[in-house]
């Protein structure tokens, strides 16, 4: 059960690290583009809430995969 525990942890953090990437790529984007204030409190904002709860769901999801292939 440990080593099914650290795969998972892994798994996740290397989830957070690509979003991590994905918001700093595009912020040196936007702020190559040149755009305002407004972006980075709205759009910007946006993205990484939606980025963050598919990365969650994706996790959840691929645990309950898991969870149901152990009980079988």
Do not use: H, P
Request: hydrophobic share 60%; aromatic share 12%.
């Amino acid at each position: 059960m440990n080593k099914a525990v650290i795969k998972w942890l892994l798994i996740f953090s290397a989830l957070l690290f690509a979003d991590w990437v994905l918001m700093i790529l595009l912020g040196c984007l936007s702020g190559i583009c040149q755009v305002d204030e407004r972006f980075y409190c709205s759009v910007y904002c946006v993205i990484g809430k939606v980025l963050l709860a598919s990365t969650a769901g994706l996790v959840i999801y691929l645990l309950i995969k898991f969870i149901s292939k152990k009980i079988k």
